[in-house]
């Protein structure tokens, strides 16, 4: 197994000299960012479709996407940061560093979520609307970045010997990302070290798969301007809530050992599924009439 292998033993699956970067014309390009920006893409072309589907002018999302893309880069890199501090304090200009990873999904939700309120109520539009139509495209591009954690070798979990262990060379592995269990279950395959861990990265991109399968089987039933957002949110949510216990890179709520992602998963998806009720009780006190959050 050489230093660039990447493995996942049980299914038989052997992956050789898997890159981290490319060089076309002397200029080197991460595939951790160009995935990212793949994602993107896709993720607005989605949206996009959604809003053709919605009856809406379309050029309202590529307005709005200008904004959102930009405004969720720079939260996922401050969330990232915020919570991951002790590694930028004494270096700050490796916080424009984004080569290694450093994007946190949930500062780019909040960050996506801030811009639309503020876009829309600029514009005068309704954010649930338009919001119904960006969540299909937030899990789309969710789906396909999650790809760069695995170039990047990065956002995995503890040891396993499951059926969908993945098997890292050590030395590909940031020191920080490394937890007593991966040192225990630590073996040598020729003159590499390596660990076998939970690829959480997957977990999370095949549950935001079968999200995003609901989310689009359930178009037609929508019941109200917003709802899909909250599916969004709630589902989401529960998924990282699992899947975040499992990782080995938690980012912490300074002064304690929770993890911040976790714990905002379950407040969402809480919130998601008590509003999502109060609406759906609201709507059948008022006839069954279709209504958005707000107008």
């Known amino acids: 197994m050489g230093v660039n292998d990447i493995s996942f033993p049980h299914l038989g699956i ?21 995935i990212i920006g793949i994602g993107v893409i896709c993720g607005v072309l989605m949206a996009v479709h959604m809003a053709k589907l919605e009856k809406m002018n379309p050029d309202i999302i590529w307005d709005f996407a200008i904004y959102a893309v930009i405004f969720s880069v720079i939260g996922a890199r401050i969330y990232y940061v915020v919570f991951s501090w002790d590694s930028y304090k004494n270096d700050l200009l490796s916080i424009f560093n984004t080569r290694q990873g450093g994007l946190a999904i949930y500062g780019a939700v909040i960050g996506a979520f801030t811009t639309l309120f503020v876009y829309c109520r600029l514009k005068k539009l309704s954010p ?19 790809w760069g954690n695995f170039f990047n070798r990065e956002a995995f979990g503890s040891f396993t010997d499951s059926l969908f262990a993945m098997r890292l060379p050590i030395e590909a592995v940031r020191a920080k990302d490394i937890a007593e269990s ?21 977990y999370e991109g095949v549950w935001n798969l079968c999200l995003l399968i609901a989310m689009l089987l359930y178009h037609k039933h929508k019941k109200y301007h917003g709802q899909m957002c909250l599916i969004y949110l709630g589902g ?3 998924g990282r809530f699992m899947i975040e216990g499992l ?7 300074p002064h304690t050992q929770i993890a911040v992602s976790q714990m ?23 006839g069954g009439k279709e209504k958005p959050l707000n107008d």
């Not at 990782?247 to 709520?253: A, E, K």
Request: aromatic share 14%; glycine share 12%; charged share 10%.
């Open 128 to 146: 649930y609307q338009i919001g119904d139509c960006g969540v299909y495209g937030l899990v789309l591009g969710q789906i396909i970045g999650r």
């Open 182 to 202: 991966h040192l225990a279950g630590m073996a040598t395959y020729g003159a590499t070290n390596f660990i076998q861990v939970h690829p959480t990265f997957l």
């Open 236 to 238: 989401y949510g529960i």
């Open 14 to 34: 052997y992956l050789e000299n898997v890159p981290k970067s490319f060089t076309i014309f002397g200029f080197e390009i991460a595939l951790y960012g160009l």
């Open 264 to 286: 905002l998963g379950i407040i969402l998806f809480v919130f998601a599924v008590a509003l999502n009720a109060y609406i759906r009780i609201k709507i059948g006190k008022d």
């Open 247 to 253: 990782r080995t890179d938690q980012l912490l709520i």
